[in-house]
């Protein structure tokens, strides 16, 4: 089992940054491929970023390529997302989610393990 809690939403303008936050509890979270997902009002959840196991690989939507990075601490079970440039599209509630895959790259909801119950950012215009 693994528990997922997020923080670090909240209210941005446009071109501000914001790092979101998911604490992981268990002692299993380092086997987990971990990934983070949005969703936008009256939207479906979709892919946002993944990260490996170890760390060493990650993968983005091409929407946050170059202004979003994930990373994580198996130390400290936590993972990060560090979101910069923002735009108002990029509004929605950011879910944590922990996957059982040695896959790397953009994966449907339908194969995460695990999810937290989301944080909500909104970026202003």
């Known amino acids: 089992q693994v528990q997922l809690v997020e923080s670090g939403g909240g209210l941005v303008h446009a071109g501000d940054s914001r790092r979101l936050s998911c604490a992981a509890s268990g002692r299993t979270f380092s086997r987990y491929a971990m990934a983070w997902f949005r969703q936008a009002p009256g939207k479906e959840r979709t892919f946002v970023a993944e990260i490996s196991w170890s760390g060493g690989s990650t993968y983005y939507a091409d929407s946050v390529k170059g202004r979003f990075t994930i990373s994580r601490d198996n130390v400290k079970n936590t993972v990060y997302l560090q979101m910069d440039s923002l735009k108002p599209e990029d509004t929605g509630v950011y879910y944590c989610?922990?996957?059982?895959?040695?896959?790397?790259?953009?994966?449907?909801?339908?194969?995460?393990?695990?999810w937290g119950k989301g944080t909500l950012d909104t970026v202003s215009s």
């Open positions: 989610a922990a996957v059982n895959t040695t896959f790397t790259g953009a994966f449907p909801p339908e194969y995460v393990n695990y």
